[in-house]
C-alpha cells in the first residue's frame, strides 16, 4: 500500500530530478522581449518592485498587472488587456494566487513560457482547494480575516507567516498596501493549464508559511517545470529577487546573472 511517507519520498525524488538540465520542457523556451508579472492575494503590484529593475537592466520591457482580487474573471480580463498591449513573445510570471491566472491566461499565443513563484499551479477545471486539503495547512490560513466578503491577513499572520525573512520594517510597509480579496476568489477554477504545452519554471519557497513547500514541489514536477529551490519565506520575489529574476531571465531564453 502507498503510504503518504512513502509518496513524499516519490515526490521528492522527482522534484530533484526537474532541477537537472534537460529534465524539462523549459529548455526550449524561446526568446522574449517582454515579461508581465502577477501578484496575489494579500499584495499589488509594488511587491515586484525588487525584481523589475533586474529584468528591466536586461532589456526586458516590464509589466506589472494591478490585479483586482474581486473575481476571477475581472482578473483575468485585466491580465488579457496586457497582454493584448505586448509587442512580442511574452513570458508571463505569476507569484501565490496568480498562478491560477497564468495557468488560465498563459494559453495566449504570445505567451513563450509561464513561471509560478511559490504559486498555485492547478490543472484544467481542477479544485485547487481540495488539492491543497490533501497537504497540512499551512499557518498563515489561520491568519486570514473576512470583513463580508473581503478577506485580508492579520498583521501577525503577514509579519510572520507571509513576509517572516523580511525585515519587520519592511514588511510592515507591504502590509500597508495589502489588499483585500473577494471570498469567490478561493473557488476558482481554470478551464485549460498553460503549462501543458507551454516551457515552465517554478520557484519553490523551502520555508513558506502560506503555502505548503510540499505542494508547490507536487506542482512543479506535474508540469515538468525547470524548478528551483529557494530557502525563502512566501515573498522570495522580494527576499530574493536576484534568484527570481535570473530564473525569469532564463524562462525568457536570456542569459542568466553572473555575480
Not at 498587472?65 to 474581486?70: A, D, G, I
Not at 495566449?108 to 477545471?125: E, I, L, S
Not at 499572520?157 to 489588499?179: C, M, N
Not at 519565506?233 to 536576484?242: D, E, K, T, V
Request: charged share 20%.
Amino acid at each position: 500500500m502507498l503510504t503518504r511517507r512513502t509518496l513524499n519520498r516519490s515526490l521528492a525524488a522527482l522534484t530533484a530530478a526537474a532541477l537537472l538540465p534537460g529534465s524539462s520542457r523549459a529548455e526550449d523556451a524561446p526568446r522574449a522581449r517582454n515579461v508581465v508579472l502577477l501578484h496575489g492575494l494579500f499584495a499589488d503590484g509594488s511587491c515586484w518592485s525588487e525584481v523589475i529593475p533586474r529584468l528591466q537592466a536586461a532589456g526586458l520591457t516590464v509589466t506589472a498587472v494591478q490585479n483586482p482580487l474581486t473575481t476571477f474573471d475581472e482578473a483575468l480580463a485585466s491580465t488579457q488587456r496586457v497582454l493584448a498591449r505586448q509587442d512580442g513573445p511574452t513570458v508571463l510570471v505569476g507569484h501565490s494566487f496568480s498562478g491560477m491566472i497564468v495557468t488560465e491566461a498563459g494559453a495566449d499565443p504570445k505567451v513563450t513560457a509561464v513561471v509560478y513563484v511559490a504559486a498555485r499551479a492547478p490543472d484544467a477545471g481542477e479544485d485547487y482547494a481540495a488539492l491543497a486539503k490533501t497537504y497540512p495547512t499551512p499557518p498563515a490560513s489561520a491568519g486570514i480575516v473576512f470583513d463580508g466578503d473581503e478577506g485580508r491577513l492579520t498583521e501577525a499572520a503577514f509579519l510572520k507567516d507571509f513576509a517572516g525573512d523580511l525585515p519587520p520594517e519592511r514588511a510592515k510597509v507591504l502590509f500597508a498596501v495589502q489588499q483585500p480579496f473577494r471570498k469567490g476568489l478561493l473557488t476558482a477554477r481554470t478551464t485549460q493549464a498553460a503549462w501543458r504545452s507551454k516551457p515552465s519554471f517554478y520557484a519553490v519557497s523551502t520555508e513558506d508559511r502560506t503555502i505548503n513547500p510540499d505542494l508547490q514541489r507536487f506542482m512543479a514536477e506535474r508540469m515538468k517545470a525547470r524548478t528551483i529551490a529557494l530557502a525563502a519565506s512566501h515573498l522570495a520575489l522580494i527576499s530574493q529577487p536576484q534568484a527570481i529574476a535570473d530564473l525569469i531571465l532564463e524562462a525568457a531564453g536570456q542569459p542568466r546573472h553572473r555575480p
